[in-house]
């Protein structure tokens, strides 16, 4: 049975039918229609953000916490730009997302009418496909091809602009049902390249499982996967920033995170390894370090539903083209099938080499007893939250790489975090979009004063909705990491890595109508998260922390994993020319 409607009420029939049922957005004059019909419906929640910018970093940390495609509704001209960020943040992180954009009418198009921009322009280089509609008709096939290719292949962002005559016009609504697509990527692997990693994996002495974002993103059933080879293997295991909670933190062959501000043992497995098995991950320059000293001496094995990664970076000796969760299965099947074998007393001998690098102890800092150290108050609030539903976002900066030391993950769907664009201003809209998706949950943000001044308008959105956020904000009144780079490639020049004028966070939070709360003491620390914690409302934590602390252990820039900085390292000269380019 057709129906006629207009384009505005297609939009709003297509997302239900896509099964949505909260948009973040913020209205405009080019969007009037669209929000006209979203007033006169129930089934979606709407999220009015105070700035575009934070609709997309909401829209995607629902979209990491839920599973879900996360959406978003801006106006035309600024609105569309103003969303450019959470695009290319969206874009480098595989989030899948659906932005709609209202658009000037389409006879005004190219006149420079008020509130014009060229959104499909901007956004082509941001988004993985992006439509202009011009046509009614074809408004709602559009729709829901832009959900499929949002979510089908390696997830990521999408926009639809469309212009105000369009959602005007009425034409007849095509169904999700009756709609195809062209776009389908790879998902099953050829068996003959699974089962040369099978044959590898069975002489393996010195194995390592690197994982990346891209087993959470195909799904839980590519983490159940991942743990069950991992434990049937025995074979150690590590992650990247955006992989945590993909294999346990609690779990035995767990290495923690590896990288440039990773663990020592994590990178010295990675550097040493004669088998790598890459799984999801995109050999990003924060985990290669140099690239001719990357793991010289290993057989590289990657896993990755999107071709284009496969030898982008570092040539691959073994290339699976697939989803995790297919992949993951059939090598499962195969090197089962071939008696599940592998070299164990080596792959002992190797845990053994890797427990000497563990004694080392690279997450040991000097404690205080005047001024609370960074590293500390994660300990502490690893240690009060542990057994909870929670969840966690960070902004971008010394916090970030603390937080994901220092806090574990059991599971996945439970980090938010900007990795690949590192967007200042991300954490406090994403767990707005993550507490939308999770009501009942402890939703914490660890954020700097910094960051977290980037977007805190969206505090608006939180008490606006009820939302029980907590803003944990480690405040060293400095941009600690670009402090500590000028401390490393800069003598100590501290060019403009500070704020003279920060403002009091409590009386911020209360001007909200949020809870400040404000922690200077070590002593006082334990009271005053579950205070944080205990409270039913949205939370501004300002926790002063030591100013000068640098982020250890690290890996400068330039250099090898083998050459890891730890503790109180010496950072006069750690960086030389070639890897100050890199910073």
């Known amino acids: 049975m057709t129906r006629e409607m207009t384009g505005a009420k297609m939009v709003v029939q297509a997302l239900k039918e896509q099964g949505v049922d909260t948009i973040f957005g913020y209205p405009g004059g080019a969007v009037l229609p669209i929000y006209d019909e979203i007033f006169l419906q129930n089934d979606i929640r709407h999220v009015l953000v105070r700035h575009e910018q934070g609709a997309v970093h909401a829209a995607e940390g629902y979209a990491r916490a839920s599973g879900k495609p996360g959406v978003v509704l801006v106006t035309s001209g600024p609105g569309a ?12 992180d595989s989030t899948p997302i659906v932005v709609l954009t209202g658009q000037v009418p389409t006879f005004m198009i190219g006149s420079d009418a008020f509130q014009e921009a060229d959104t499909i322009g901007i956004t082509r280089a941001c988004t993985k496909h992006n439509w202009l509609v011009k046509d009614t008709a074809r408004l709602p096939q559009i729709i829901h091809e832009a959900f499929h290719v949002a979510t089908t292949g390696r997830p990521g962002p999408v926009l639809i602009d469309i212009p105000k005559d369009v959602q005007f016009a009425t034409d007849v609504y095509t169904p999700r049902q009756s709609v195809s697509s062209h776009y389908a990527p790879q998902t099953s692997a050829d068996p003959d390249i699974i089962a040369e990693l099978a044959a590898a994996m069975e002489t393996a002495k010195r194995p390592v499982f690197y994982t990346g974002g891209g087993v959470i993103n195909s799904g839980p059933e590519a983490c159940r996967l991942l743990r069950e080879l991992v434990d049937a293997t025995g074979f150690p295991v590590t992650s990247t920033l955006m992989g945590l909670g993909a294999y346990p ?62 030898n982008k970076v570092i040539k691959t000796d073994i290339p699976i083209v697939g989803d995790v969760a297919s992949v993951l299965k059939d090598l499962l099947r195969i090197w089962t099938a071939r008696g599940a074998r592998t070299d164990a007393p080596a792959v002992a001998a190797w845990h053994e080499q890797i427990n000497e690098w563990r004694k080392v102890d690279c997450l040991s800092f000097t404690p205080s007893e005047k001024t609370i150290k960074p590293q500390y108050a994660l300990q502490r609030l690893e240690a009060l939250t542990k057994g909870r539903e929670r969840y966690i976002c960070t902004d971008v900066g010394q916090h970030q790489m603390w937080a994901a030391q220092y806090l574990h993950f059991d599971e996945p769907n439970h980090w938010m975090t900007s990795g690949g664009l590192g967007t200042m201003g991300y954490g406090l809209p994403a767990s707005v979009g993550v507490q939308m998706a999770h009501s009942d949950a402890l939703v ?12 805190m308008q969206e505090m608006g959105t939180a008490v606006q909705y009820r939302l029980p956020v907590k803003q944990f904000i480690l405040n060293n009144e400095r941009l600690g990491m670009v402090r500590q780079w000028q401390e490393l490639l800069h003598g100590g020049r501290y060019s403009q890595s500070w704020s003279e004028a920060l403002p009091d966070f409590v009386k911020l939070a209360e001007a909200f109508g949020a809870k400040g709360i404000h922690c200077s003491d070590p002593a006082d620390l334990d009271d005053a998260i579950m205070e944080m914690i205990n409270y039913d409302g949205p939370v501004v934590f300002d926790c002063l922390v030591e100013r000068h602390e640098n982020c250890f252990p690290m890996i400068p820039s330039g250099k090898a994993h083998n050459e890891m900085l730890l503790g109180e390292a010496k950072t006069e000269g750690a960086i030389g020319a070639d890897g100050a380019v890199l910073v």
């Open 81 to 92: 730009t103003n969303a450019v960020t959470g695009l290319t943040n969206a874009l480098l």
């Open 249 to 310: 933190a609690s779990g035995s062959n767990w290495l923690g995170m590896l990288g440039m501000h990773g663990l020592y043992e994590a990178n010295l497995a990675m550097h040493g390894c004669d088998l790598m098995i890459n799984i999801g991950a995109r050999f990003d320059d924060r985990i290669t370090g140099r690239l001719d000293a990357f793991s010289p001496k290993s057989v590289k094995a990657h896993i990755d539903i999107d071709p284009s990664s496969i």
């Open 444 to 455: 914490i943000n660890v954020a700097g004063e910094a960051s977290w001044l980037m977007n």
